[in-house]
């Protein structure tokens, strides 16, 4: 019997082939900026420089000038001559999605680089979609459990929201990250790191997430030691894969460190191309992308992104621009303190200082009761911690201070979480309902 065989596969690709080729030729290089006679590109669209030596250069268009396609190099240029042909290459602005990306690390191109072979494609995403409209978008209600007591007791945050988390280096922010994408109930976690050092990435996988969270998760990486646009597609293709996977109906934590290298790269590239410089350095293009980004994550017909995006702050200025136009976005922030880093004090979560635009939607109706009291407590105890480390307080003074004093310790016990701890939600609202009914 003769074996049927499909030709569907084949002719699907050849359906995304284009068959023409729209060349260009290198006229000019200076620094990061290279400048070609065509091809026929989009700004955002991908090329190929073919090299006299053999050798191939990806590139991406982001701008042109005086009839000339400007463009940024996603490779090293080494070899590179004038007159080198340049060709456009669209359909690069796709990645290549499955089931089999959990427990892969990916590049900037949707490559592998953990060395388990290559990606099974049941479908091409776009990386520069536009984000879903207002009215395409569900009330968010349903709570996300992250683990991590400090913020699924007083800063709880529901499928689909949008929260940054703020600090300065060395605060405890990329293990926070791991803790929350190893811990959380999500069904799948995509992790997007932006402009890390070489050295840490490894360390991130293997011991902050580990085997159980990788299993879970996919990792997009793009260094600091790679090229501006390459960063920026890395981001890109990390919220592509997310919308796969929330297409199925998966609850999807998308988690991105960091926006400010994300920022910084989005500058770069703007500063090549000739943008004026505005606020603090920052090009009008940046602040142009955030919202892009941000606005792809949230809850949705078919499933839902939560973010967490980390911001690093500079000088432990939270006023910064990058800061401020985060904040104004995102729906609700957590702000790292150094003086609890300091003290030994993890997670170092400033309460206080911190919100979730959204907790009062996602809390229980029990809970936010006991939240109000614990960060009354906390409220009434830092207005009159000088008094009290000085010993001018005399205690009956003030019932709700004396309380606050008297449960300081069972507070920052209840706060204080070791980096591989779980809590389960049912053990968190116990642990908060406990510290509520001694406050009252």
Known sequence: MTERISFQPYLEQLARLNPVRWTGTVTAMVGLLLESAGPAAAVGDFCEILTSNGRSIRVQVIGFRNGKVLSMPLEETDGLQLGDVMIARGDEAKVAVGASLLGRVLDGFGKPIDGKGPIDAEAFYDLYCTPPGPLEREPIKEPLVTGIKAIDSLLPCGKGQRIGLFGGSGVGKSTLLGSMSRHNFADVTVIALIGERNREVRGFI???????????????????????????????????????????????????????????????????????????????????????????????????????????????????????????????????????????????????????????????????????????????????????????????????????????????????????????????????????????
């Open 206 to 440: 293997e011991q902050e997430l580990g085997p159980e969270g990788l299993a879970r998760s996919v990792v997009v990486v793009a260094t600091s030691d790679r090229p501006a646009p390459l960063r920026i597609r890395a981001c890109f293709l990390a919220l592509a894969i997310s919308e796969f996977f929330r297409d199925q109906g998966k609850s999807v934590l998308l988690v991105m460190d960091s926006v400010t290298r994300l920022a910084m790269a989005q500058r770069e590239i703007g500063l090549a191309a000739g943008e004026p410089p505005s606020q603090k350095g920052y090009t009008p293009s940046v602040f142009n992308l955030l919202p892009k980004v941000f606005e792809r994550a949230g809850n949705f017909q078919k499933g839902s992104i939560t973010g967490f995006f980390t911001v690093l702050v500079e000088g432990d200025d939270f006023n910064e621009p990058i800061c401020d136009a985060v904040r104004a976005i995102l729906d609700g922030h957590i702000i790292l303190s150094r003086d609890l880093g300091a003290a030994g004090h993890y997670p170092a979560i400033d309460i206080l200082q911190s919100v979730s635009r959204l907790a009062s939607q996602v809390a229980t109706p029990d809970q936010k009761p006991w939240m109000q009291a614990v960060r009354e407590s906390m409220a009434t105890y830092q207005r009159a911690q000088d008094l009290i480390l000085l010993g001018a307080y005399a205690a009956g003074t003030n019932p709700r201070l004396d309380a606050a004093i008297r449960t300081r310790t069972e507070l920052e016990k209840f706060l204080r979480q070791e980096p591989h701890a779980k809590f389960t939600r049912e053990e968190t609202l116990g642990g908060l309902r406990d510290l509520a009914t001694i406050l009252s």
